[in-house]
């Protein structure tokens, strides 16, 4: 069994930034795939970041691209999600997940909600303008 704390959410100003903890309980963190979701009021969840354990990798979603970070710390159990130039439409709860299943990435299963075995109870960032 895993696990997932969030932390680090709170309300920002547009064009702020903000960096979400995900600390994990349990044994043999490095071999578990981690990701990010976010779901905003009435939406459903969706995809935001995903780092690989064999490759260290990171995997984002489009819109996230280049203003989003993920990075993981295997000696503290614990993944990051680094936002940058955060807009109003970043607002939602953001939730950190783990898999120990197979990854490829060929495959896009890492952007789907069935892959991740464990999730945290999410942490809410709200963005104001």
């Known amino acids: 069994q895993v696990q997932l704390v969030e932390s680090g959410g709170g309300l920002v100003q547009a064009g702020g930034s903000l960096r979400l903890s995900c600390t994990a309980s349990?044994?043999?963190?490095?071999?578990?795939?981690m990701g990010w979701f976010r779901q905003a009021p009435g939406e459903e969840r969706e995809f935001v970041a995903t780092i690989s354990w064999s490759s260290g990798r990171p995997y984002y979603a489009d819109s996230m691209k280049g203003r989003f970070t993920i990075s993981r710390d295997n000696a503290k159990n614990a993944v990051y999600l680094q936002m940058n130039s955060l807009k109003p439409e970043d607002t939602a709860v953001y939730y950190c997940a783990a898999t120990g299943r197979t990854f490829s990435s060929g495959s896009n299963y890492y952007t789907r909600q069935w892959y991740y075995d464990y999730w945290g109870q999410g942490t809410q960032v709200t963005v104001s303008s």
């Open positions: 349990g044994r043999a963190f490095s071999s578990y795939t």
